[in-house]
C-alpha cells in the first residue's frame, strides 16, 4: 500500500469525509489517493487561510479532526493564522504539506517556494511550531505509519493542531497494508485511581454544599463531553451556566439552564449568583480568556468555593488531580451517579433575572437594532441548525439569544480572527451535510440550516470562500451580512468617524452572482425593518432552505450590543484607574 | 513629540506616502497618527495577506520600502506569508504590529488574539524570525527612536522586511522632537580599497576579454540599481541578457539586449552564446533559483570565465571581494569608465536567434493562444505601464514578450505565491499614481497604466482587494482574467484531467460590480478571438485609460507556453533518470 493511501485511509477512519486545501505542484501526487477511499472527497478551497478556517469549521461540527492540504512555504504559511485559531481554540486540525523531495531538501536547491540563498527547506516546518501540538516527516517508510498514528493521536489528546510533512518523493513509497486493520488509539491514559479519588472528592463536595452552581465552558465541546456534559447535568440538577464561548453546548430549554456568565458583562444578577451566593462553583471545561470572563472581571473565588475541572486534570479545592481526562472524568462520574443517586440536591436559591424586555424605544422602532437582531436569531434557529456568529458585534450579541436544544453556536472568541466565520460556515455546512446524509441531522426530519451572520467589514476578508459553497451546490447556508457600514465594533472601542474603521462598498445583492451563483440575484435579499426581516426569514426560501441564500440587513453604524459597551467602559475605567497609577493596560 | 508620530515621520522621510494594512483594536491609535504626517496616508486593505503583498508591489515600484500595519496575532500571522515572498525575492517591507500593552504582556493574560493559557505575547515575533532581517519592541522610550532607526537600515542593507512591534501603551510616549531632523543613513559601509580592487580586476577582466556577456537579474531592481546599471551598459556595450526575475530591468530596446537567459528554457542560440561562446560571463544581481535558471539547467561556467556580483561582494575569479555592495560598486565603475573608458568592445560574435514567429497555425488561428498572448501584452504596454503577471502560464510567457524601455514589469518567480499578483497590482497601482503626481510618470506626458494579467485560478485567493482599487477609486488599473477553466500550469505539471485542478466558475463580468464599481458592467468586457482582443486594447477606454477596466480573456484549458511545457519536459527527464538512480527529484 502506497504510504499517501495508508495516510489518507487513516483519516478516513477517524469519521473525516471531506478534505480541505489547495492544490500546489508539491501536493498533487499526495491527492491522487484521496478518490481511491471509499467516503473521502478533496473539497478545493478558494485560498488556504479559508481552507484552514474551513477544517476548523468542519471539525467543530463533527467532533473529529478538520483536515487540510497545503504546498510547502506559499500554502503553509497562508494557513498559519487559522491553525494558531484551531490552537488557541482547541480544535483538531491535521494539516498536510506537501513538500521538496529528499534530495532537493537534502541539496539545499534554491527551489520555488524557498527561503534565499541556500535555503533550509524545512524553515517552515520550524515557524509552526507554536501552533501545533506534534507533527512528523514522512520521509522514512519504516517509520512513517507509525509518526501517522502518532501525531493523530496526539491531535486528540490536546485537540489541538498537528502538522504532516510529505517529501514528494515519499508519496507512493510502499507501507505494509495490514497496518490500518488496528484502529489508532485515540483516548488518553487515565489514571483510574486519581479518578476515583477525583470523583469521591467532587461528590463529597457537591453533597455539603448547600448552593451550587456550574459554569459549562467550551474545552467540554472540544474534548468531545458535550453529550456525557448533558446527562450529567439532568442527574445533578444543579443551577447551570455557560460562557461565551461555552454558549450552546448545555440544553437552553432545561430547568437547571441559567444563562450566560461573563464576569460583570452578565444580566443582572447572573455574577451575583455565582460570586456571592454559590458556595460551590464546578468549573467544567474553561477558558479564562479575556472576552470569555467579561473582560476578567469574574470575581476570584476561594479555593474551597471551587472545583476546576480541565481538559487533563480536576482540581477540587487545594487537591489537583492529575491524570483525569474531561470525557472519562465525566462519564465515570456519571455512572456512579447512577448507581448511587445523589440526595435531592438544593434549586437556585433565588429565580434569576430574565434577559431584559427590549426598551420600549426599541420595541416601538421599526429599524432593526442590535438588541433586537440576535435574539431574533436566536428564536428563529430549530434544531439541527448551525449558528456562525463572526468576531464584532455578533459574538457580543448572541450571548443574548436563547436556543432550541439541538441547535448549535460556532464562534472564535479567544482568538478573534476577523475573517473566520465565512470559511468555517462552509466547514460547518459541508460537515451539517455529512451528518444529514448518516441520517443523523436535523430533528423532526427537518434539514439543518447553516447560518452565517458576519459583518460587511469582516465579510470582506475571507469572501471568497462563498465562491466555493457554490461550486459545491451547497444548499443549507444562509448568509446574513450585518451592513453598519465598516468596522463597528472598532468604532466602538476607538475612533468612531476615523477614516480606518471605514471599508469599501460593496454591492451585496452581486455577490453570489459573481460568485457563479446562476439564481444569486434572486435569492439575495436586502432588509432595512424588523418587518421585513420578519418576512424573509418566515419566507418558505428561508423555512424550506435548499439554496444558498443572502440577507444584507441594514443597521446603524454606531448601535452595538450592550455586552460591547459594558465590556468597553469596563476596559476603560480600569485603564483610567492604572493610568492614575501610571500604568495602562 | 510621540513616539508613534517619529515612527510615521521616518517612514514618511522615506518617500512612502501610503501605508497598507488592516485595522486592529491593537494599532487604532497608532493609526490615529498617520493622519498627522503631511503627505502620508492610511489606506485599509481587505485583509492582511493582501496588504503585505499590496506593501511589496508598492516597493517594487517606489523603490521605498512597503510598509503594513496589523495587530498582533491574528493579523500579523495573516501576512506572513507575503512577508516571506518579500524577503525570498529581496523586496524591502517594514511590518509594523500593534501589541498588547506591557502590563498585559508581562501578566502574561489571556488576551483575544494569544495562544492557549499562561499565553507569551511575544510568541508571534519568534514566529517571524526566519522572514525577517531585523526587528525591534518599542517598548523603551529612551531606546525606541534609534530602534527604529536601526532596523529601518538593516531593511535596506538587506533589501528584506523588517518588523517593528508598537506595544498599545507606548504609542504616546514622548521623544525628542529634534531626532527626526537627522536623516537616517541608508547605506552600507563600503570597503573602499576592496571596492577599487574589485573594479580594476573587473576592468581587467573585461578588457583582456574577447566574447564578454552580461546578465541582469533581480538584485539589480531589488537594491535600486536599475538606472546606473543601465548608465553602465551603455557605456559597456557588452551582450546583455536578463533572466526572468529581471526582465524589464534593462532597456529592451537598445542593440546590446539580447533577451531572457533561462538555462535550457531560453530561446535557440541564447544558451550557446553564453555558456560556450563567451568568455566571460558577468552575473550581476542573481538569483539562482530553479524558475530563473530553467529548472537549475544553466551550464555551471569555470571560475575563470566568471564574474559574480552580488548584493554585497564582488567576485572575480577565484577572488571574493567583501564589503562591495551593488550600487557603490556600479557607480564606482561607471565613474571609472567616465573617465577612463574602455576600449571599443567587441560585439556579440554572431547574430541571435529572435524569438520564433508564430506557427503558421497559431497565426491562422482566429482564437487566443498562449504563443500570441504574450507578445501582444508586450507590445501593447507603453512607457510608464506596469504589467504585473501573476505566476503560473503568465509567469513563463512573458519571457518572450519584449517591452518598450519605461515599461516595468512585476512578478514573483522564486516565492511563487499564487494570488500574489492582485494586491501586488494595487499596490503597484497606488506607487504608479504617486509617481505620476510628482510628474514622473509615463512619458509624453501619458499616464502610465497598471496591467494586471492574472489566471481564473489564481484570482480567487486574492480577490477583494480589487475593492480597494475601487474604493480608492484607482482609475489606471487594467485587470486581464485568463479563463482557462482551472489551475492550467497545474494541469501541465500533473493530472490534466483531476477534479483538484478544477476551481470554481465565477462570473467576471460581475465582480468589479459587485466589489461596489458603480461602472462595473460597462468596464467589464469577454474576448474570445484575438480580433476581439485588439479591439478591446485598442479602444479609447483602454488607450485612454480612466477607470477600472477587467477583460476576460477565454483561453484553451491546455494550452501552455512553450517555456513552461520546456521546462516540465526537463525536469521530468531528470526525474526519470534519477530514478532509475534510485532517487527522484
Redesign the interface.
Known amino acids: 500500500m502506497p504510504l499517501a493511501a495508508y495516510l489518507w485511509q487513516r483519516i478516513r477512519q477517524l469519521g473525516v469525509q471531506s478534505v480541505m486545501g489547495?492544490?500546489?505542484?508539491m501536493n498533487?501526487?499526495l491527492?491522487?489517493y484521496i478518490?481511491g477511499v471509499e467516503g473521502l472527497s478533496?473539497v478545493?478551497n478558494?485560498?488556504e487561510?479559508n481552507a484552514a478556517y474551513a477544517a476548523d469549521g468542519y471539525s467543530r461540527v463533527k467532533g473529529c479532526p478538520g483536515v487540510l492540504v497545503t504546498t510547502m512555504?506559499?500554502g503553509e504559511?497562508?494557513a498559519?493564522?487559522g491553525v494558531?485559531?484551531a490552537?488557541?481554540e482547541n480544535v483538531k486540525l491535521i494539516h498536510i504539506v506537501g513538500t521538496t523531495?529528499m534530495?532537493?531538501q537534502m541539496a539545499r536547491?534554491?527551489?520555488?517556494?524557498?527561503?534565499?540563498?541556500d535555503?533550509d527547506h524545512r524553515?517552515y516546518a520550524?515557524?509552526s511550531e507554536?501552533?501545533r501540538v506534534a507533527h512528523c516527516w514522512l520521509d522514512d517508510a519504516r517509520t512513517a505509519p507509525g509518526e501517522v498514528d502518532r501525531v493523530i493521536r496526539e491531535c486528540y489528546l490536546h485537540s489541538r493542531p498537528v502538522y504532516i510533512f510529505v517529501p514528494?518523493?515519499f508519496v507512493h513509497v510502499p507501507v505494509p497494508a495490514s497496518l490500518v486493520d488496528h484502529p489508532i488509539d485515540l483516548a488518553p491514559k487515565i489514571d483510574s485511581e486519581a479518578c476515583t479519588s477525583a470523583i469521591n472528592a467532587v461528590i463529597e463536595r457537591i453533597t455539603s454544599s448547600s448552593a451550587p452552581a456550574i459554569i459549562v465552558d467550551a474545552l467540554v465541546h472540544r474534548f468531545g463531553a458535550t453529550d456525557i456534559m448533558n446527562t450529567l447535568l439532568d442527574q445533578l440538577q444543579i443551577p447551570t451556566f455557560t460562557t461565551p464561548m461555552g454558549k450552546s453546548i448545555v440544553a437552553e430549554d432545561k430547568p437547571h439552564f441559567y444563562g450566560v456568565y461573563n464576569g460583570q458583562v452578565s444580566l443582572p444578577g447572573v455574577a451575583d449568583a455565582i460570586e456571592e451566593e454559590s458556595d460551590l462553583v464546578i468549573d467544567v471545561g474553561f477558558?479564562?480568556?479575556?472576552?470569555n470572563t467579561g473582560g476578567?472581571s469574574r470575581k476570584a473565588l476561594s479555593m474551597d468555593r471551587s472545583i476546576l475541572v480541565a481538559a487533563d486534570y480536576v482540581q477540587v479545592g487545594c487537591a489537583r488531580y492529575e491524570g483525569v481526562y474531561l470525557v472519562g472524568f465525566l462519564t465515570r462520574l456519571s455512572q456512579t451517579l447512577t448507581t448511587s443517586p445523589l440526595p435531592a440536591l438544593p434549586r437556585l436559591r433565588r429565580s434569576l433575572s430574565l434577559p431584559p424586555p427590549s426598551s420600549p424605544s426599541d420595541a416601538n422602532s421599526t429599524h432593526i437594532t442590535q438588541s433586537w437582531i440576535w435574539k431574533r436569531i436566536g428564536t428563529m434557529a430549530r434544531p439541527g441548525d448551525i449558528i456562525i456568529g463572526e468576531s464584532g458585534t455578533a459574538q457580543f450579541g448572541f450571548s443574548d439569544a436563547t436556543f432550541a436544544a439541538g441547535v448549535r453556536y460556532i464562534t472564535q472568541?479567544?482568538?478573534?480572527?476577523?475573517?473566520y466565520s465565512v470559511p468555517a460556515c462552509f466547514g460547518a455546512a459541508v460537515a451539517q451535510g455529512e451528518i444529514h446524509n448518516e441520517g443523523n441531522g436535523g430533528m423532526g426530519g427537518t434539514k439543518g440550516r447553516t447560518i452565517l451572520v458576519v459583518g460587511d467589514g469582516s465579510l470582506?476578508?475571507?469572501?471568497?470562500e462563498i465562491?466555493?459553497m457554490?461550486?459545491m451546490g451547497l444548499g443549507n447556508v444562509i448568509i446574513m451580512v450585518i451592513n453598519n457600514n465598516g468596522?463597528t465594533?472598532?468604532r466602538a472601542?476607538?475612533?468612531p468617524e476615523?477614516?480606518?474603521?471605514?471599508?469599501?462598498?460593496?454591492?451585496?445583492r452581486?455577490?453570489l452572482?459573481?460568485?457563479?451563483d446562476k439564481n444569486g440575484e434572486v435569492n439575495s435579499r436586502i432588509v432595512n425593518t424588523k418587518e421585513g426581516f420578519e418576512e424573509v426569514i418566515s419566507s418558505p426560501e428561508y423555512t424550506d432552505l435548499n439554496s444558498i441564500q443572502l440577507l444584507e440587513v441594514m443597521m446603524d453604524k454606531m448601535d452595538v450590543p450592550w455586552r460591547l459597551q459594558a465590556q468597553i467602559d469596563l476596559i476603560n475605567e480600569r485603564n483610567a484607574r492604572?493610568k492614575s497609577l501610571g500604568?495602562?493596560?
Chains 1, 2 share one sequence.
Open positions: 489547495v492544490p500546489g505542484d498533487l501526487e491527492l491522487d478518490d478533496w478545493g478558494a485560498n487561510l512555504g506559499v504559511l497562508s498559519i493564522n494558531a485559531g490552537y488557541t523531495g534530495r532537493a536547491a534554491m527551489i520555488h517556494h524557498c527561503l534565499g540563498v535555503p524553515v520550524k515557524i507554536s501552533v514528494m518523493d477558558v479564562h480568556s479575556d472576552s476578567h472568541i479567544y482568538f478573534g480572527s476577523i475573517g470582506q476578508l475571507t469572501v471568497q465562491g466555493t457554490v461550486k468596522y465594533i472598532e472601542i476607538h475612533g476615523q477614516g480606518y474603521n471605514g471599508i469599501a462598498t460593496w454591492n451585496h452581486l455577490l452572482s459573481a460568485l457563479g492604572m500604568n495602562e493596560e
